[in-house]
């Protein structure tokens, strides 16, 4: 059953539950939990499976992780810490990864300073940018908390070695899982989820989403369905809408009659004078293409404003060492002006951005909130983001987003069904892992949100594809 959860539990109950060093970390760091964690915390320490809605900046991935720190520091102080894998944190982006294996630093070595002692938690990334050495050092020594992608993690799951260190994972985290659930990665991602599950047994999912619709469709594709009936998940939706202040903007006078040469040059004055205005700038193109083309007309165009110090690109194309550069230079204050296509619209720690400028449309209401959110990312901080427009299409999709942002209208996500094309991918995963019987597949396989509906027809159809029948 899906249900919503909505008891605040007190800074005392929640303090009853976690280990006394990670409480006196939390007590040192800050003065009360947000409205999200007085909601969620507990309900994960119950191992209960759990959706958390809530805004940019309000907290929900020390939600997602306190109690398991608190759950591995017990162990770890009884000596029951084993090397295996507890935690899978899943992401959409590899610097989402980086980030939280950054971000995860502080908070163990601080704990391990209250306890004056090493207590050995450790955590490591495993993504397509991972070397050959670092994944033979986890084989030999498994991280308690593996972060990883959703591709990464099929790959996983059909090598022998590591399966092994996976067999008593105990919770999975998927985050930003909004913009998963609405493609094909996601369907990818829910197949995975279920053959964990049969390696592993009931494990606890947590999911984490900013603002997102319909939320009971996306906490069904989290849990999946047990033979038909969909399993246990609590969704807590902290839902205030954070201040906008948002602006469509048109870089000529009249869009209607301007030729394309006067428009291109309108929007390259426009957007300098916006960067010009602010400390530092993020803009988004949605395409990379676009992202290396704006960067290079700037400096262009603008030689005295800019250069490879003070302007960066980012896009997932670019190599690990340049994407990390431009990460840690935003958020050190470094950056006039970050062009990003879309990877920096999730929840990378990138430091206080003043302006998001998004050029054309996002496409969607709570892609333009995602992005906008970008900025005065703290909670009950202004988000300031400006539109441009090129031509009268986008400016009347613009004006009618920016009105449905203003008003809390959200767009609803479509979760993909079964999509055979995947499916095909997993049948062949699942052979190499090792030999099942086609009844028990086909039962694992419908556990899965996105494919509670296959017809036999369509599984087995799809199975004598894979074996050269048709």
């Known amino acids: 059953m899906i249900h919503e959860q909505t008891k605040n539990y007190s800074k005392k109950a929640i303090y009853k539950i976690l280990h006394p060093w990670v409480r006196e970390w939390f007590d040192n760091k800050f003065?009360?939990?947000?409205?999200?964690?007085?909601?969620?915390?507990?309900?994960?320490?119950?191992?209960k499976n759990i959706l958390v809605s809530s805004p940019t900046g309000s907290g929900k991935t020390l939600t997602s992780f306190l109690s398991i720190i608190s759950e591995l520091t017990t162990l770890s102080e009884k000596g029951k810490?084993?090397?295996?894998?507890?935690?899978?944190?899943?992401?959409p982006l590899k610097a989402l990864d980086n980030d939280i294996e950054k971000n995860l630093d502080e908070p163990l070595r601080e704990i391990e300073e209250i306890a004056g002692k090493p207590l050995?938690?450790?955590?490591?990334?495993?993504?397509?940018?991972?070397?050959?050495?670092?994944?033979?050092?986890?084989?030999?020594?498994?991280?308690?908390?593996?972060?990883?992608?959703?591709?990464?993690?099929?790959?996983?799951?059909?090598?022998?070695?590591?399966?092994e260190k996976l067999s008593h994972v105990k919770y999975?985290?998927?985050?930003e899982i909004h913009s998963l659930a609405e493609n094909k990665r996601g369907v990818h991602l829910s197949l995975s989820l279920e053959r964990l599950q049969h390696l592993v047994g009931h494990f606890t999912r947590i999911g984490l989403s900013?603002?997102?619709?319909?939320?009971?469709?996306?906490?069904?594709?989290?849990?999946?369905?047990?033979?038909?009936v969909e399993r246990d998940c609590e969704v807590v939706n902290i839902n205030y809408?954070?201040?906008?202040?948002?602006?469509?903007?048109?870089?000529?006078?009249?869009?209607?009659?301007?030729?394309?040469?006067?428009?291109?040059?309108?929007?390259y004055s426009m957007l300098d004078d916006l960067i010009q205005e602010n400390k530092t700038t993020l803009i988004f193109t949605n395409t990379r293409s676009g992202t290396e083309r704006f960067v290079y007309n700037l400096?262009?165009?603008?030689?005295?404003?800019?250069?490879?110090?003070?302007?960066?690109?980012?896009?997932?194309?670019?190599?690990?060492?340049?994407?990390?550069?431009?990460?840690?230079?935003?958020?050190?204050?470094?950056?006039?002006?970050?062009?990003?296509?879309?990877?920096?619209?999730?929840?990378?720690?990138?430091?206080?951005?003043?302006?998001?400028v998004l050029i054309n449309s996002p496409k969607s209401v709570s892609r333009a909130l995602q992005r906008i959110g970008r900025s005065g990312h703290r909670l009950h901080e202004k988000s300031r983001g400006k539109i441009i427009v090129t031509d009268r299409d986008d400016l009347v999709e613009c004006?009618?987003?920016?009105?449905?942002?203003?008003?809390?209208?959200?767009?609803?996500?479509?979760?993909?069904?079964?999509?055979?094309?995947?499916?095909?991918?997993?049948?062949?995963?699942?052979?190499?892992?090792?030999?099942?019987?086609?009844?028990y597949a086909y039962d694992v396989i419908r556990k899965s949100y996105c494919y509670k509906d296959l017809t036999r027809d369509d599984y087995e159809d799809v199975l004598s594809y894979m074996g050269g029948e048709n």
């Not at 991972?130 to 996983?156: A, C, F, G």
């Open 31 to 47: 003065d009360d939990f947000t409205p999200a964690q007085k909601r969620s915390i507990i309900e994960i320490h119950k191992n």
């Open 120 to 163: 050995g938690i450790r955590k490591a990334v495993r993504t397509g940018d991972t070397t050959q050495y670092q994944r033979q050092k986890m084989l030999k020594v498994p991280p308690h908390i593996l972060i990883t992608t959703p591709e990464t993690l099929s790959i996983l799951l059909v090598a022998p070695k590591f399966r």
């Open 172 to 175: 999975v985290i998927i985050d």
């Open 241 to 267: 809408l954070k201040d906008l202040d948002m602006e469509v903007m048109c870089p000529v006078s009249d869009i209607t009659i301007a030729d394309e040469e006067d428009t291109r040059l309108g929007l």
């Open 210 to 228: 900013a603002t997102v619709s319909p939320l009971d469709e996306v906490a069904r594709f989290l849990v999946g369905y047990e033979y038909g």
């Open 81 to 91: 810490l084993e090397d295996k894998v507890y935690c899978i944190y899943i992401s």
């Open 399 to 439: 004006s009618i987003l920016l009105k449905n942002a203003k008003e809390g209208k959200i767009d609803n996500i479509q979760i993909p069904k079964n999509c055979l094309d995947v499916l095909a991918q997993h049948l062949y995963g699942m052979a190499i892992e090792n030999v099942w019987d086609i009844d």
């Open 299 to 356: 400096k262009k165009m603008f030689p005295m404003n800019y250069n490879s110090k003070n302007i960066m690109a980012h896009h997932s194309s670019l190599s690990k060492e340049v994407r990390l550069e431009t990460e840690n230079s935003l958020k050190e204050g470094k950056l006039k002006a970050v062009v990003s296509s879309t990877s920096l619209e999730l929840g990378i720690d990138i430091g206080y951005i003043d302006l998001v």
